[in-house]
């Protein structure tokens, strides 16, 4: 397969040895809960019932710990599907668009089933949709190493620095607020909002691609996750702005999430880094360009004094932010799996939901090739 046309790639930074300051957040917004009732949530409380999937109740292993993450070459998998889906959508699937530019609800396939061509079309599904909900799944209920294989064949699992993992699996990223939990309370004394648009780890040097998240338990409603389509945000600005933000890099950091984490008394299982990465980044599959900066690690624009990149950011992180007429709001339903393109897109879930019913998801998330840049065309 031919590469693509490349102007700017990624630009590692050289690990600096940090020291976490107590006090330390940044402007990283930390909401996630660090522990629970281990007895509620295995055998239920008054009121709420058991955790329905205990085997993926998170631990937090301080003697985890793992070196830098070595640079791996990337099989995008999207390029080798067939643009017409009949392994992935064939007859009697069901598809409804949520929007015009992103988000698909799918019913009537099992991802599990999937041949290595349906793998394919998936990739590229979720490459030109951004975000497909899939419902009615079994993933929940296959064994995690079966889950993992899947997810596998889209890339290098990513191994979380800070976050809850089931028990010996730490490739998986869980989500998770137990039955009663009030810790939001304390959030919202000081914060207006949950909403936290990012797309995940951006700070890594070859962030997440193709990225599934499946649901274990769920409050009856809320919940929801917001996903913004980040080439449709790039398309709305005018070609002269455009043309401004390509070449320019940006850097993201890792460190105010280890540093929250540790903070709080959680852990980290590996140093945290910094990398430079083009501001608008283009898909292998597609072509598209994208905005590729996100509020919760983007740190700064390379080669611009800190009032002028600021501006600039705060600029993109609003246009991102409030470009409803390009989001989808995906509803978590019992058997639902989400898969979304982290190179295209952002997200961030809601913590709307007042009554203390369990929410627990899983997330699997492969890595993907360096972010790259094309050249800009009018």
């Not at 930390?30 to 509620?40: C, F, R």
């Not at 913004?228 to 005018?238: G, I």
């Not at 058997?335 to 369990?358: E, I």
Request: glycine letters at 8%; zero cysteines.
């Amino acid at each position: 397969m031919a590469p693509s046309a490349v102007e700017t790639i990624t630009v590692p930074v050289p690990a600096q040895p940090l020291e976490v300051k107590p006090s330390y957040r940044g402007i990283y917004k930390e909401i996630a809960p660090l522990k629970y009732d281990k007895d509620s949530e295995l055998k239920g409380k008054e009121g709420y019932e058991a955790a329905k999937y205990p085997h993926y109740l998170p631990t937090w292993n301080p003697e985890q710990r793992y070196g830098p993450l070595e640079p791996f070459e990337h099989v995008e998998h999207g390029l080798d599907a067939d643009p017409s889906y009949p392994n992935l959508l064939p007859d009697g699937v069901s598809v409804n668009h949520l929007t015009p530019t992103i988000g698909t609800e799918v019913k009537g396939i099992q991802l599990s089933s999937l041949s290595n061509a349906g793998k394919d079309e998936l990739a590229r599904l979720v490459a030109e949709r951004k975000v497909v909900a899939f419902r009615d799944q079994d993933f929940a209920e296959l064994p995690i190493e079966k889950a993992l294989e899947f997810g596998g064949y889209f890339g290098r699992h990513h191994i979380h620095p800070t976050s809850g993992t089931p028990e010996g699996f730490p490739e998986i990223h869980l989500v998770h607020r137990g039955a009663g939990d009030k810790t939001s309370d304390a959030y919202f004394a000081n914060r207006t909002s949950s909403v936290a648009w990012h797309s995940d780890v951006s700070y890594e040097q070859q962030p997440p691609g193709t990225t599934f998240l499946y649901i274990l338990d769920k409050p009856e409603t809320g919940g929801d996750t917001l996903f913004v389509d980040a080439v449709e945000a790039y398309n709305r600005l005018s070609p002269l702005f455009q043309e401004r933000l390509h070449g320019l890099k940006a850097t993201h950091s890792g460190i105010e999430q280890v540093a929250a984490a540790v903070a709080r008394g959680s852990i980290n299982r590996r140093d945290p880094v910094v990398n430079e990465h083009p501001i608008i980044r283009s898909h292998p599959v597609t072509g598209e360009k994208a905005l590729y900066v996100n509020p919760q690690f983007t740190r700064d624009i390379v080669g611009l004094k800190k009032e002028e990149s600021d501006a600039l950011l705060k600029f993109l992180y609003d246009h991102l932010a409030y470009g409803a007429d390009f989001q989808a709001r995906v509803k978590w339903a019992e058997g639902t799996v989400v898969v979304w393109d982290n190179r295209v897109t952002q997200h961030s879930a809601l913590v709307d939901w007042k009554n203390g019913q369990r929410r627990h998801l899983a997330r699997i998330t492969p890595q993907a090739e360096r972010p790259f840049e094309t050249p800009f065309k009018q």
